[in-house]
């Protein structure tokens, strides 16, 4: 017995891994810290995932990235180390389209959260779609809940939600799915109070990458600064055989159109950045209806009367799918003719 004490000992110090040297570098405040390289964010970033920092240093580690800012070249290496803690998906082998990749990690707090529309709007259209997010968030109505409303329901396993996007064309994974790893620390927000680097790199997951299959993939910034970085990260590393992104300003931290002023909607694809939506100044003319709440049921009710097309499509949302469906036959045909 004590010689397996002895040995467990010695593997423990072997997987250990010394986080003082980085915290040293991102931990001297907004003006005095210094970025990582991205073979030192992706060391960190893999250390972080398979559990070897300790919960001090991890702490340490959110909160000097919470107040630094990541650079470019960080969330690089962050993301390069999250491909093996992925759950890998396939494309489907039947469809016009790319998949579509939404992320849903905030929901909706005052205005409905009309990305299940846009997801099933999509779908109707027979473009696959994967959305992954969490399932719940206090104070907020997540996708998840107005999805179950929908009879969607959340996939258990990557098996279950491969076969949900073969079969319906749509899944929606949890991200303690999709990601466990990422998912314990995401929950760390719960212990600090603030999010943190990991919240950024869920929203740029691409899980169809481990198959070599291109997607669409809709990302959304809240603050300028985050605009730059995505649009400095997008134009310099975002590599092709990942598919296009489209950039928007998020609605209440959604990847989805503004039922009021429409967002500016920029795509990054085969290195290339251009414009495919203008900032409008001023709102539509006409009235639309829409849901009278931002709660889940009258949310999912209102969604089923536009599906059924007893309610129109609010016009900047119509607009957001005919973008992502041109978009995702671009990349699908590219894919086929390579």
Request: net charge neutral.
């Amino acid at each position: 017995m004590k010689n397996n004490l002895s040995t467990n000992s010695h593997e423990e110090l072997a997987l250990e891994f010394r986080a003082a040297r980085f915290i040293k570098e991102i931990g001297r405040g907004k003006d005095g810290a210094r970025s990582l390289s991205r073979q030192d964010a992706f060391d960190l970033y893999s250390a972080m995932l398979d559990g070897r920092v300790s919960d001090l240093e991890m702490g340490g580690i959110l909160l000097a990235m919470r107040i630094k800012g990541e650079s470019i070249d960080e969330i690089a290496g962050f993301l390069e180390a999250t491909i093996t803690a992925l759950a890998p998906m396939h494309a489907p082998t039947d469809s016009e389209f790319a998949p579509i990749v939404i992320p849903s990690y905030n929901g909706a707090r005052k205005k409905p959260n009309l990305t299940p529309l846009l997801a099933m709007l999509l779908v109707q259209s027979g473009a696959p779609v994967l959305i992954h997010g969490v399932t719940r968030d206090t104070g907020r109505v997540t996708s998840a809940e107005i999805l179950q409303l929908l009879n969607v329901v959340p996939a258990q396993n990557a098996a279950q939600a491969q076969n949900q996007l073969q079969e319906q064309r749509l899944t929606f994974m949890p991200i303690q799915v999709l990601a466990p790893k990422m998912h314990r620390i995401l929950a760390m927000r719960a212990v600090l109070g603030v999010r943190n680097s990991t919240h950024t790199l869920v929203k740029l997951l691409q899980p169809f990458a481990k198959s070599g299959h291109p997607a669409l993939h809709l990302n959304s910034y809240t603050h300028p600064e985050y605009q730059l970085m995505l649009d400095a990260y997008l134009r310099t590393l975002h590599q092709p055989p990942l598919g296009a992104t489209l950039l928007m300003r998020a609605t209440e931290g959604e990847a989805v159109a503004s039922t009021g002023r429409a967002q500016q909607i920029d795509c990054y694809y085969l290195g290339q950045q251009r414009r495919l939506c203008e900032t409008e100044s001023q709102l539509g003319a006409a009235i639309e209806n829409l849901p009278l709440s931002a709660e889940a049921a009258e949310t999912a009710t209102w969604t089923q009367s536009v599906l059924a097309g007893e309610i129109a499509v609010p016009v900047n949302i119509a607009r957001q799918r005919d973008l992502c469906l041109q978009i995702a036959r671009e990349i699908q045909e590219a894919k086929q003719a390579a």
